[in-house]
């Protein structure tokens, strides 16, 4: 049993999701220089993502989680669940929120949503992977790694039933993955 058998082709190696994860690093570096930043990973999906980028921030900085799932009601709204919030308080300081991917937006416009209660100094966004054809909601992340085409993707996080997420690039699954 091998994972990586059962990916159909590599759509982000690891090489280039670690030259991007330095390159967003450097300029969060630069930008939040002397400001502290938080910055929240969403579980479970973003948590590949942000070590790494955290890994390669060389300025004073704090972590937190959240954990917000989505469940898609018959209508199009979407409703979102937040289950676990940051214990970290958020009041005037300057958050970024690190996701694995945007796709409607629903999950990260309503965890902007909750976090904007405690009244931050400011919001920002950044992920790994962009869908913008997919969007609902009007969300754009301020740091983005990759824009992608519409395919659902595993890996570096990503899961598909829970499973792939330690899989070290982004990919599409086999077909036959889908029918076992
Ligand atoms: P959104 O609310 O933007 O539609 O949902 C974003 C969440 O949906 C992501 O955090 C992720 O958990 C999941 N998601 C969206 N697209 C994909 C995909 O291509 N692959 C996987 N594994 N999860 C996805
Ligand atoms: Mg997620």
Redesign the pocket.
């Known amino acids: 049993m091998n994972i990586n058998h059962d990916i159909e082709k590599i759509l982000v190696s690891e090489e280039e999701i670690n030259k991007r994860c330095k390159e967003l690093a450097k300029v969060i570096s630069e930008e939040y220089d002397g400001k502290m930043p938080v910055l929240i990973c ?1 579980l479970k ?2 948590v590949s993502f942000f070590a790494h980028l955290c890994e390669q921030i060389t300025i004073p900085m704090v972590y937190d989680f959240i954990k917000a799932s ?1 469940y898609e009601g018959t209508s199009s709204t ?1 409703i ?1 669940n937040i289950s676990y919030m940051p214990t970290t308080k958020l009041e005037n300081r300057h958050v970024i929120i690190v ?12 965890v902007v949503e909750e976090l904007k209660k405690q009244n931050p100094a400011s919001i920002e966004l950044a992920c790994l ?1 962009d ?1 913008p054809s ?4 009007s ?1 754009e992340a301020k740091y983005v790694g990759f824009v ?1 085409p ?5 890996g570096f996080g ?3 039933n829970e499973e ?1 997420r330690n899989l070290p690039y982004v990919g599409v699954l086999k077909p036959a993955v889908y029918s076992k």
């Open positions: 969403p999906g973003a989505s979407g979102v996701e694995d991917i945007i796709d409607t937006g629903r999950t990260l416009s309503a992977l869908k997919m969007r609902k909601v969300i992608i519409n395919e659902f993707v595993v990503l899961d598909y792939y």
